[in-house]
């Protein structure tokens, strides 16, 4: 096996903008994260959805007539 060939894994506490802090190892002694677990929208249920051109409506609008 080839000498100093893989960085240095380090056990660090990632830090989210939220807040929340998780146990998780990478090749970087620090770890800021946008996401987690605790605030994405999928893990959350809390879906937002930005329409500010009004395509959710005319779309709900154009196949709600055919049902």
């Known amino acids: 096996m080839k000498k100093n060939l893989h ?6 506490k990632a830090i989210c903008a939220c807040g929340n802090t998780f146990d998780t190892v990478s090749t970087e002694s620090n ?3 946008t996401l987690c677990s605790a605030c994405h ?9 930005v329409d ?3 395509r ?12």
């Open 56 to 67: 959710i409506e005319r779309f709900k609008d154009k196949y709600s007539k055919k049902a």
């Open 7 to 12: 960085p240095e894994a380090f056990e660090v």
């Open 31 to 33: 770890l800021r994260v």
């Open 52 to 54: 500010t051109a009004g």
């Open 41 to 49: 929208p999928y893990f959350t249920g809390q879906v937002k959805f």
